[in-house]
């Protein structure tokens, strides 16, 4: 029947990665004074997508996670810094800008996700 375009699916997997992503540097920011905290992110979306795109899993069972979804890709990585005299290597300078790149990352997937639904209504001839 219908599947959901790629660029949609991108667009989904983009705005998920996004909203872990500010989950885990919210995280980070909560632990700031921790002794001994390490500050975390998740590898990059295009290694995760990468690693993905040209596997040749297959959904064998309905609780199996979906093959080519980019979430079961993510790794979280030390996101290094230099550690504080307590051992702590959170910055809250790098963190904001963390943050600031994984909100214009989400803005930018519901844009193209919006753009997606507004053609594919074009398509079926109903307007805005």
Do not use: C
Not at 10 to 34: E, V
Not at 68 to 81: C, L, M, N
């Amino acid at each position: 029947m219908f599947e959901t375009p790629n660029v949609m699916r991108m667009a989904q997997d983009l705005a998920r990665y996004s909203g872990a992503r500010t989950s885990l540097i919210a995280k980070n920011i909560a632990n700031a004074d921790t002794p001994g905290y390490r500050a975390r992110d998740f590898s990059s979306f295009a290694e995760a997508l990468s690693s993905t795109a040209g596997g040749d899993l297959r959904r064998t069972r309905a609780a199996h996670m979906q093959a080519g979804s980019a979430d079961a890709s993510w790794r979280v990585v030390d996101a290094g810094g230099t550690p504080s005299p307590n051992g702590n290597t959170v910055s809250l300078e790098e963190e904001m800008v963390r943050a600031t790149r994984a909100q214009s990352d989400h803005n930018m997937a519901l844009a193209v996700y919006r753009g997606s639904l507004d053609i594919l209504r074009g398509a079926l001839g109903r307007g805005r």
